[in-house]
Every structure is written in C-alpha cells, then in structure tokens.
C-alpha cells in the first residue's frame, strides 16, 4: 500500500488503483444510528447491554458484504480462532463446519477417544443448540466459543439427527484435546493416513506418518480428506511438497489481477499408486491438495464431489486485539480451474453407505480406494 497526497493506493497485477477513502461513518450515518439508538432506548420492551449493540453494529459492517468466510472476531472469538489453529485446546474432539447456504453449524468429524466420541455424537449432525442458547445464524466460530470451556464442566448439545429424523440432547464433558489432525494405519499392502485438518502441527504429523508407512513397506497410500474443512495454507503447501512433482501447487489472483504463485520443487514425487478420498464436507485446503493431485494425474480421486470453496482469507489483528477475516482473493489449481461453488469432481465416484458404516463398522469409500489402489499395484 501506498499513501498521497492524503489519498492511498495499492499496487497490483495492472498498475496502481486509488482506493475510496471516504469513511463508512459520515455525518449522516452517525445521526442515523444514534437517532435509532436514542428511540431504543426509550421504546425497547427490555433492558439491553450498550456494548451488544456495538458489537452488533461491527458485525454487520462485514455482513453488508454478503460473504460467508468474511468475519469479525472480538478479542475473546479471535483468541479462541488462534487456540484452534494451534491444534490444542479445553472442548469435546469434534470438527464443526458451517452450510454457507442454510447455516447450520454441522459436526463433520468426530475425533477417536474424545468426549463427542464418547458421548455418542456423529458426523452430519446438525447442532440447533448449545446450552439454551440457540445456534440459529451462528457461525462456526459461535458454536465453537460455546462449545468450548473449562476442563471438567459439560456442555449440552442440541443436536438434530437427518439419519433418525429426531433432536436429540447430549451432554459431553470437556476435556484438553491434542487434536491428532492426521491418523495412518496399514490395510494389509496398502497405507492409509487421514488427515482431519490443516493446522500448525499438521506437516509434523504427516511427515512422521509417511515415514512409518513407507516402514512398513506400503506399495499404495490412500489419503483421506473427507469431511476436512481446510486450515492453514502454509499446511497444506507443506504437504503438497511431500508428493507433488516439479511444478505449481496453487495459484491465487485478487481483484486487482494480482497473483501469487507457490511451487513445488518436486524433490518427494510420490512414486506409488495414490488415492485421494473427498467427500461433501472436504473444504478449502483439502481441494487444493486433491486438486493438484488430479490436475498432475498423479493419482485417482474417489468418493464425493467436494464442498467448494475456492477463496482465500487472510486475518487481520485490530488495535483492540479484536480481529476481522476477509476473503482477499480466489484460488487455482495448477491447471488454471477454480473450483468456486463447483468443488472437485471425484474420477471415480461412490457414496458412504452410512448404515454399514455404523452398523457394521464397513467403510464403502475406503473400500472402492482399496480395489482402485489392487487393481494399479497388480
């Protein structure tokens, strides 16, 4: 950024753009608001907490932008976001994911050996309440800083089951929970490694599992990204660089046609058969990952067609330790695609049947993974 003569500029992909310096409070907006203010506070039938309302008033400056992934965060939301990316915190093991389009706040995952697990939560189940406090238009990071508490207390759920077609109350005790952002056992010849998000201890896990695969003599890998809502993007170019070949990762452009390019050095192409698995609720970061992968051909991607989610955001701290996130820029695969409001489209597409799932503990996408990986190892 750029400031003359009282006016600023940014400079990117075409040139220099003046940017609009007007502020969004002139004199008749601030009349405007404490003219309703003043009759709130005559009129309103309750009592209400003045800092609620500018609260408010703060929120639905971003609103006006109609974007989903656009927040603001107070100082107690933004602490709370930088704890989750962290990749420890006090809650109950589950991944939560908003439907940018109905709003519900939907569990998406449900960590092995955590609270949820232990109290029978579920993923695709819709959370409605925490508490008494309604989720009803809460963001992820709502639920998040109701969900979250001190170690010990319990927090109940309000949960809608589609499965079931029911509500069902639960109450989960919180505990600390490490999150084990990436998971890998061997299926007999074949490696499988999960990775639940892309966090800050995320390339550690990956790399340490890779290794203890590549151990045991693995001749296929399946990486699992299924119902992974994304994370940070240094995680996921992290990642990428353990198995892409020789060339770009992904690619973002903002509105002023500026891009940005992140590489691979292709020094760890993977050279195993290599399956990618994606479902509806893999977001963000993990169709970078199965984007790339597809564009290279180094691998077949299998499940269902992905969320997508084809924009960048970029958090920036306030002087009050408060915070916003705004969407800053698109992204692309290495072939040009951005896959915004389209996701990645599977090469070989096949549903979780989900009563086998829970009644019999079979998983129908690792197993069409596995007879594509057979087929290729054979």
């Known amino acids: ?3 003359m003569t009282g006016q600023y500029f940014i400079i990117g992909g075409t040139g220099f753009h003046e940017i609009d310096n007007t502020p969004i409070l002139d004199d008749a907006t601030v009349d405007k608001l404490n003219e309703i203010y003043e009759w709130m506070k005559i009129y309103y039938y309750e009592d209400f907490d003045k800092a609620d309302i500018q609260g408010a008033l703060l929120d639905g400056l971003i609103g006006g932008l109609e974007d989903p ?11 709370d976001l930088m704890v989750s990316t962290s990749g420890e915190y006090y809650g109950i093991g589950a991944g939560l994911q908003q439907d940018a389009t109905t709003m519900e706040v939907t569990i998406t995952k449900v960590y092995k050996g955590t609270p949820a697990e232990e109290a029978g939560l579920r ?4 959370i409605t309440a925490v508490g008494d406090v309604s989720m009803y238009q809460m963001t992820t990071q709502d639920a998040v800083s109701y969900i979250r508490g001190e170690e010990g207390t319990t927090v109940t759920l309000t949960i809608y089951r589609p499965s079931e077609q029911e509500y069902i109350d639960i109450t989960v005790e919180r505990r600390r929970v490490e999150s084990p952002t990436v998971n890998y056992e061997m299926m007999g010849e074949i490696g499988y490694l999960q990775i639940t998000s892309f966090d800050e201890v995320t390339v550690d896990q990956f790399d340490a599992a890779y290794k203890a695969l590549e151990e045991a003599g693995m001749k296929g890998l399946i990486i699992d990204v299924r ?3 994304g994370g940070l993007l240094t995680s996921v170019l992290g990642i990428s660089r353990q198995i892409l070949p020789k060339g770009l990762i992904v690619y973002t452009e903002d509105k002023y046609g500026q891009k940005n390019e992140y590489s691979c050095d292709g020094a760890n192409e993977i050279d195993i058969p290599l399956v990618v698995l994606i479902n509806g609720n893999s977001a963000s970061a993990s169709e970078i990952l199965a984007g790339a992968v ?3 051909g180094i691998g077949t991607i299998v499940g269902k067609t992905t969320y997508g989610k084809g924009v960048v955001q970029n958090i920036f701290a306030l002087n009050d330790g408060s915070a916003v996130k705004l969407t800053i820029s698109n992204y692309f695969t290495p072939n040009g695609n951005n896959i915004h409001g ?3 489209i599977p090469d070989v597409e096949v549903e979780l049947d989900v009563d086998k799932y829970y009644d019999e503990d079979v998983d129908t996408q690792i197993e069409k993974a596995i007879e594509v990986l057979q087929e290729q190892i054979n």
């Open 342 to 344: 389209i996701g990645i």
């Open 123 to 126: 993923e695709n189940d819709v």
């Open 227 to 229: 119902s992974n809502p």
């Open 1 to 3: 950024f750029l400031k």
């Open 69 to 79: 992934y656009s927040v603001y965060y107070t100082k107690e939301e933004y602490k």
């Open 294 to 296: 597809q564009d290279y």
